[in-house]
């Protein structure tokens, strides 16, 4: 039976890879997207995660969650690295759906209570809406069967500061309060993601495939390697957000530990993900080696099926 998934996401290049993997693997029943602020505003994720599913001719329940962080002011898109409107130079079509009229907390809380210990939550952009939907309903993580978060990183450093990697950074606050809340959490993180690259030939071979999907991310990823090329990586871009999808349902390609985690919320380390026995907390289970050729492998076989 496949595993019923909901995504919450910030769309975003690697965002759009890490939606297109969940379509396209059988081993995942895809239930929804829920949309946060992070690489664009909280409005272009929504319209963005609507444009996806309809362009993969797929059609699911999108729901637009918060507009800022928890307690910081909100911040600047990442516009360089995933372009103004997310997705490079590619042209959008403004989508022909809605959004649902619940809020993402809300529509998480209650997705949960309707599909009790069989949701896999699996945020790809800052933890905002995941924290609030906590603050909502004491029974949320019970409720769910676990969270398989992009984000952190133990020992491979930070992505938009020294320290930390950018979708904790983006809200730290929400970040340390899901870590505390006791839920079955997998964290995969700079740690495995970083080491997952893809050149511009990947993609094109993949546009080969699926002319229409696989084309539009050959098209976005040429602007998203730029950006990597610009800092100096010229082998390509990481594949954060798809790798933490392969994660739920192929664990089996990672190594992990477990550890307690704590994230630095001021200071010149905000948004650094800490291990240290002395957060009261249950285990983390972090992600630290990854088969990346199985990982490249597994992306590839699937989004090439779609058309
Ligand atoms: C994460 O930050 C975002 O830019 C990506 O979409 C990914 O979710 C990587 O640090
Ligand atoms: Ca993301």
């Known amino acids: 039976m496949a595993l019923k998934l909901i995504i919450d996401t910030d769309p975003g290049i690697d965002d759009a890879m890490a939606i297109f993997y969940a379509i396209a693997d059988p081993k995942i029943e895809l239930l929804a997207l829920t949309t946060v602020f992070g690489n664009v505003t909280t ?152 080491r997952v690259i893809c050149p511009r030939e990947f993609f094109q071979a993949l546009a080969l495939e699926s002319p229409r999907i696989g084309g539009m991310l050959s098209e976005m990823t040429d602007f998203y390697i730029n950006f990597y090329e610009s800092i100096g990586k010229t082998n390509g871009c990481s594949m954060h957000d798809p790798t933490a999808l392969v994660a739920c349902v192929n664990m089996n390609f990672f190594k992990t530990e477990l550890h307690k985690l704590c994230v630095t919320t001021s200071g010149d380390r905000i948004g650094e993900t800490v291990s240290d026995i002395n957060c009261a907390r249950s285990d983390v289970k972090v992600c630290v080696d990854v088969d990346i050729l199985a990982v490249k492998n597994k992306f590839f076989s699937n989004v090439a099926k779609l058309y």
Not at 85 to 110: D, N, Y
Not at 130 to 139: F, G, K, S, Y
């Open 43 to 194: 409005p272009q994720a929504t319209r963005n995660a609507m444009f996806l599913l309809e362009e993969a001719g797929v059609a699911l329940p999108v729901s637009s969650g918060l507009h800022q962080p928890r307690i910081l002011p909100p911040f600047p898109t990442s516009s360089s690295v995933h372009g103004d409107e997310g997705f490079g130079r590619l042209k959008l079509i403004e989508p022909k759906g809605i959004p649902e009229v619940e809020p993402a907390p809300e529509f998480l809380v209650r997705m949960a209570r309707e599909h009790k210990g069989e949701i896999i939550l699996c945020p790809i952009g800052p933890l905002t809406n995941v924290a609030a939907a906590m603050d909502l309903d004491p029974d949320f993580c019970k409720n769910l069967n676990g969270i398989v978060i992009m984000g952190g990183s133990l020992g491979a450093g930070g992505n938009i500061t020294a320290a930390a990697e950018a979708n904790i950074y983006h809200d730290p606050h929400a970040a340390e309060h899901v870590f505390k809340n006791g839920c079955n959490i997998t964290l995969v993180g700079l740690d495995v993601t970083d």
